[in-house]
């Protein structure tokens, strides 16, 4: 209800109008639809509506529903009047009952009713109203205060059907394939001669407004926030605002079959995903559900979605590396395990690019890697899907896709989905990453569910808690300590800017969040510099920290070189004639870039890395033309994987680069020119 109809409901309260007037009122709304039109109509004059309210309804109801008129409430009147009813009831010591029925019941089981909830919620009246509902098969639903008892067949058939699939389940488990159909026919005897109707309390609601993917549900007094509910028809849903007299809930799925008056009960558990090690390899939706046509994935565990990110003591600090491969990022803006970095940049400069190639250069390093796909086309995702099996990582990497034409709920939850799963691979130990891709489209989801929600807008329009959003999902990412299974979460959050605006509104707030951001500049990239690395905005905050020493003493200087030939090559545009000095930094510098750029879906390994940085570094390439550097690399990285594997070794194994090792390199390097 919003604030004009509480006002109503109060009024009403204040009048103190008898509960027959209501009862009349309600009952011309539904005989005669056309007074509330006449009621409602803009064109028709204050005066002309009070002629009719005053001919038509009680003399105790004509202040209130003018009131009503004149603040266009009058399409919601029912609403305010069973409102008030209730507040009736509940001042005179009743409640409210409804039972739904197939076979009418007689007086005496009438009579058995009301004397049960009258004793069972020690209440002096009882208004019970009844209702045939076909739906339950047989028996009936009793619906009191917030309390389903369900005596259907209906739910007696439904926990049948659970426990024979179950039943089978572990049967084929127990026996593989070879299964035969009399192990079933067995189940179906015993399920049959042991049924009977199933009783339980629930605490339950029921459904006062339906439309656009959510729910506003009056009852469960009881419920949580961001707890799992589930409609009459199947269908489940997580609550999302809590309010006076209802909450608003946001459907994980079509609302088909769902009306107003629908009931809701509550299932008492937060929502969560089913985990367990089949998850590698395979393409699943935002509720974990296989959509790669695979078959089933058999669950080990339940992990809720929302979890509170593990504290200080139970961290320790960012100190291996998580190498993505490329070498511009590697040398100068390294990623520990454990560490949150942010790639963001404008749309089409190869954000996607770096976390795939990232999720590449996994193989053989024991790495789990998690895609989260937020509101991109399903023809998008299938690209990265195919890429990520032509490399083999899909052995050792689970997609978890919300394309655009799912709805904002399940946008909402998909990255809270996918960290589910990769806390699950966290708890056994392993390390893992997770690219949210990305949380931008993210971000409008949660502002399209909230503005649904009847959510206060702020900034841009996004709710109050934009912030909180991205931040209690990224601070999940950490390297819990020994005592807590030694496990990591890497994070690649992706965020898409608007003409390379930075200092926006959800731009900032994760930045602000993150332990560092790659920036990718548009005007890089159409350049031809790939990736598009803009190496004055980019930063890693944990640096140094989760680097190997031999790729930090590799890479030197490399950031203030490029910084300094940016400079002098803006400066020396228009200059005809250059000193030897300047001359050599130019030279260097342009040098320097060719040989970070780097093909597509061809991640360099760590040696690789060490040993063309060093030999930059050395001058060893001071004669190359800038052209002919991509190739040349190619044939000298080639050389060494034939003549230098003692160099490689010794690189991999001790993640150091002595002066003798480096002496070494210029040899290998210079026998190649030769």
């Known amino acids: 209800m919003n604030d004009l109809q509480k006002e109503l409901v109060n009024e009403l309260v204040r009048l103190n109008i008898p509960r027959e007037d209501i009862e009349t009122a309600k009952g011309v709304f539904a005989a005669c639809p056309d007074v509330k039109e006449t009621i409602s109509n803009p064109l028709i004059t204050a005066g002309e509506k009070r002629n009719v309210i005053k001919r038509i309804f009680p003399k105790s109801l004509e202040r209130p529903m003018v009131n009503a008129a004149r603040s266009g409430l009058t399409d919601g009147i029912e609403e305010v009047f069973d409102a008030y009813l209730d507040v009736l009831l509940e001042k005179q010591g009743g409640i409210k009952a409804v039972v739904r029925y197939v076979t009418p019941l007689t007086e005496n089981q009438q009579a058995e009713l009301r004397k049960f909830i009258m004793e069972k919620f020690v209440k002096d009246e009882v208004d019970i109203e009844y209702k045939q509902d076909p739906d339950i098969i047989g028996g009936f639903i009793l619906n009191a205060g917030d309390v389903e008892y369900d005596r259907s067949y209906r739910s007696s058939l439904r926990s049948m059907r659970e426990t024979l699939q179950s039943r089978a389940a572990d049967l084929t488990e127990a026996k593989g ?25 629930s605490e339950t609601g029921f459904v006062i407004r339906l439309g656009d993917g959510i729910a506003t549900v009056r009852g469960m007094s009881g419920v949580m926030y961001g707890e799992l509910v589930e409609f009459e028809t199947g269908i489940r849903g997580i609550v999302q605002n809590l309010e006076e007299s209802s909450v608003g809930v946001v459907l994980l799925g079509d609302d088909h ?21 089949e998850l590698l390899g395979r393409v699943v939706d935002a509720l974990g559900a296989p959509i790669d046509g695979l078959g089933q994935i058999r669950a080990e565990d339940y992990f809720p979605i929302e979890r509170e990110a593990p504290g200080v003591i139970e ?12 070498l511009a990022i590697d040398s100068m803006f390294p990623i520990g395990r454990g560490q949150r970095e942010l790639i963001i940049g404008d749309r089409q400069t190869g954000k996607t690019s770096i976390a795939v190639d990232t999720i590449i250069n996994q193989k053989g390093q024991d790495v789990i890697c998690v895609y989260v796909a937020i509101g ?65 489209k993210h971000a409008v989801a949660y502002r399209a569910m909230s503005l649904l929600l009847h959510r206060p807008p702020g900034r841009e329009a996004y709710p109050g808690d934009v912030f909180y959003l991205h931040s209690r999902l990224l601070e999940r990412s950490s390297r819990l300590d020994d005592e807590h299974g030694g496990g990591s979460l890497t994070a690649l959050p992706v965020i898409e800017t608007l003409a390379g605006d930075i200092s926006a509104y959800i731009p900032t707030n994760v930045i602000s969040i993150t332990d560092g951001q790659i920036f990718l500049e548009s005007e890089l990239f159409n350049s031809g510099q790939r990736p598009a690395v803009n190496y004055g905005l980019s930063v890693s905050r944990v640096g140094g920290a989760a680097q190997t020493k031999a790729m930090k003493k590799a890479a030197g200087n490399l950031r203030i070189d490029l910084a ?30 060719e040989l970070l750029k780097q093909p597509l879906y061809n991640p360099r390994r760590h040696y690789e890395q060490v040993i063309l940085l060093y030999a930059a570094q050395h001058g060893l390439f001071r004669h190359i033309k800038p052209k002919e550097m991509r190739e040349y690399t190619e044939e000298l990285l080639n050389y060494i994987n034939s003549y230098g594997q003692d160099i490689i070794q010794e690189i991999e194994e001790k993640r150091v680069l002595t002066e003798e090792l480096g002496e070494r390199i210029e040899r290998i390097v210079t026998a190649f020119e030769e």
């Open 177 to 201: 394939e070879d299964i035969r159909s009399g192990d079933i026919i067995s189940v179906l005897k015993t399920e049959v001669r042991d049924f009977e109707v199933r009783s339980g309390a």
């Open 257 to 277: 079959g769902l009306t107003e008056g629908s009931s809701v009960i509550r299932t008492g558990k937060r929502a969560g995903i089913g985990v367990s090690d």
């Open 376 to 440: 991109q086309k399903s023809s998008t995702v299938a690209q990265i899907v195919n890429t990520l099996k032509k490399y083999g990582a899909m052995d050792y990497s689970v997609v978890v896709c919300a394309s655009a034409s799912d709805p904002a709920p399940f946008q909402y939850i998909s990255p809270y989905s996918g960290t589910a799963i990769a806390e699950y691979f966290m708890s056994k130990g392993k390390d893992v990453l997770i690219v949210y891709d990305d949380l931008s």
């Open 564 to 593: 300094q030939f940016k400079e002098m090559e803006i400066f020396t545009q228009f200059s005809s004639e250059l000193d030897q000095a300047t001359t050599e930094l130019l030279e260097h510098g342009r040098m320097l870039t």
């Open 315 to 326: 961290r320790k600090p960012v100190s291996v590396p998580l190498q993505t491969g490329i």
